[in-house]
C-alpha cells in the first residue's frame, strides 16, 4: 500500500476549490484542456515543469495519470480520473468546513492586525450568497465568522447564545398574499422563534428545485418524478431547512419519501449534491440553482423561497450588527447577489417584525398584518 502526502492551500471564495493542491491542480487542467501545453498555459507553468511533476508523481503513487499519443489529445487514465472525483468529492462533502477554516483564519489575522475590526457570528443553513456576503462585508472591516449547520441547529444556537445571527429559509407562497400551507415549516421553527424576542433582517429571495445532469436526459420535472423506477436521488440532511421544505412538498404532493429510492441518503451541503449528480452517483438531488449552474448541470424551479437572518432584538444596536445592515443595504452588495443564478435581493438589509412575515404567525388570526404580507411579496 502506497503511502502519500497531499499538501493543500487555501484558495479565495471565488476559486474552483476553496482548498488547493498542485497534483489535483494539474489533472483538473489536463482533464479540462485536453493537452498538457494547454494546460500549462492555464496554470501559468511551463509545459516543462508540468510535465516533469506529472511524471514525478506518476513514480511516486505507481500509476500512469495521464494518457497520451502523439496527434492526439491528452485524457486522464482510469486511476487520474478517479483520484480527480473522490478528491473533489471530498471537497464537495466538506465545503462548509473549509468555509468555515477559512473564516477562522481570516477573523484571527484581522484582529490580531486591527483591534477595531468588528467580528459578527453566524449560525446558518448552507448558502451560497452568504459566502459571497463575507467577502463583501470584510471590504469594510466586517468579518462574518460563519458555522453551516442546519436551519434548526442555527437557531437553536442563536436561542443558546453561540451565535448573534441564525439564518434560514421558508417557502413563499406561489400567489402574492395567498395563504401558504406550512404545517411542517410550522412544527420545525415556531417553537424556537418568539415575536418581541427575535427580528428578522431580510437577506434574499432564491430558487430551490431539482438538480439534474445537463440536458436533463430523463425528463424529469417535479418531484412526482423521482419516484419513477431507476431514478436515483440524494438528498440533504435531516435538519437542513431544505429537507425541511422538500418534506413539506412530498407531503402536501402526497408522495411517500420512501417511494423515492436515495431518499435515505444524504449530503452535507448543496454543493455536495450538485457534485453527486454531477459525477454520476445520482440522477437528482433538490438544492439551489447557484450550486447546479456551477457545475454545468441543468435545474428546475419547483419553489421560491425567502432566506432571512435571525437575530435577538436586543442586538441590533451592536456595532457589528450595525455594520451588516448597512452592507446588506448598498446598491453594490444587492447588484453582486442578484448575479447569483437563482438569488434576488429581498428587502436586503431591513429589520422585519417576525410575526408580520413568517406565513405561520400572518395567518394566525392577528389582524391588520395583511399590508406587510404583501410587502413581503412585491
Same mark, same amino acid.
Given at each position: ?7 493543500y ?18 489533472l ?57 472525483l473522490?478528491?473533489?468529492? *471530498?471537497q ?6 473549509? &468555509? =468555515? $477554516?477559512? %473564516?477562522?483564519?481570516?477573523? #484571527?489575522? /484581522? ?7 468588528? *467580528? ?7 448558502? &451560497? =450568497? $452568504?459566502? %459571497?456576503?463575507?467577502?463583501? #462585508?470584510? /471590504?469594510?472591516g466586517?468579518?462574518?465568522?460563519v ?9 437553536r ?8 445571527? #441564525?439564518?434560514?429559509?421558508?417557502r ?104 453527486a ?14 450550486s ?36 446588506l ?12 443564478p ?37
Amino acid at each position: 500500500m502506497h503511502r502519500i502526502s497531499l499538501h493543500y492551500a487555501l484558495g479565495t471564495a471565488a476559486a474552483s476549490a476553496l482548498i488547493r493542491n498542485p497534483l489535483l491542480d494539474l489533472l483538473q487542467a489536463v482533464s479540462a484542456q485536453g493537452s498538457i501545453s494547454a494546460a500549462a498555459r492555464v496554470l501559468g507553468l511551463s509545459y516543462r515543469h508540468v510535465w516533469g511533476e506529472l511524471k514525478r508523481w506518476e513514480g511516486e503513487l505507481g500509476q500512469p495519470l495521464i494518457l497520451w499519443e502523439k496527434g492526439q489529445a491528452a485524457r486522464l487514465s482510469e486511476f487520474g480520473a478517479k483520484l480527480l472525483l473522490a478528491e473533489r468529492q *471530498v471537497q464537495a462533502r466538506l465545503l462548509p468546513q473549509i &468555509e =468555515a $477554516l477559512r %473564516a477562522d483564519l481570516e477573523r #484571527a489575522f /484581522a484582529i490580531a492586525f486591527d483591534d477595531a475590526v468588528h *467580528v459578527l457570528s453566524f449560525h446558518a443553513s448552507h448558502d &451560497e =450568497a $452568504l459566502a %459571497a456576503l463575507g467577502d463583501e #462585508a470584510r /471590504a469594510g472591516g466586517l468579518h462574518l465568522d460563519v458555522r453551516f449547520t442546519g436551519s434548526v441547529d442555527a437557531i437553536r444556537a442563536l436561542n443558546e447564545g453561540r451565535c448573534t445571527l #441564525a439564518g434560514f429559509h421558508v417557502r413563499l407562497p406561489a400567489v402574492p398574499g395567498s395563504r401558504l400551507s406550512s404545517s411542517h415549516s410550522q412544527r420545525s421553527y415556531k417553537p424556537l422563534l418568539r415575536p418581541g424576542l427575535h427580528k428578522l433582517i431580510g437577506f434574499a429571495r432564491r430558487s430551490q428545485g431539482l438538480i439534474v445532469a445537463r440536458g436533463n436526459p430523463l425528463r424529469l420535472r417535479g418531484l412526482f418524478d423521482l419516484a419513477r423506477p431507476g431514478v436515483r436521488f440524494v438528498n440533504r440532511a435531516r435538519g437542513t431547512g431544505t429537507r425541511v421544505v422538500l418534506d413539506e412538498l412530498l407531503g402536501e404532493l402526497g408522495v411517500a419519501p420512501s417511494a423515492i429510492p436515495g431518499y435515505a441518503a444524504d449530503e452535507p451541503s448543496h454543493a455536495a449534491v450538485a457534485q453527486a449528480v454531477a459525477t454520476g452517483q445520482a440522477d437528482a438531488g433538490f438544492g439551489i440553482e447557484a450550486s447546479a449552474r456551477s457545475r454545468g448541470l441543468d435545474f428546475v424551479p419547483l419553489v421560491e423561497e425567502a432566506y432571512f437572518l435571525a437575530c435577538l432584538k436586543s442586538t441590533l444596536e451592536q456595532p457589528a450588527t450595525r455594520a451588516l445592515l448597512a452592507v446588506l443595504r448598498t446598491a453594490q452588495w444587492q447588484q453582486r447577489l442578484a448575479q447569483l443564478p437563482g438569488y434576488a435581493p429581498m428587502q436586503s438589509g431591513e429589520v422585519l417584525s417576525m410575526s408580520r412575515v413568517l406565513p405561520w404567525w400572518r395567518f394566525g388570526g392577528r389582524g391588520g398584518e395583511g399590508g406587510s404580507a404583501r410587502k413581503l411579496e412585491q
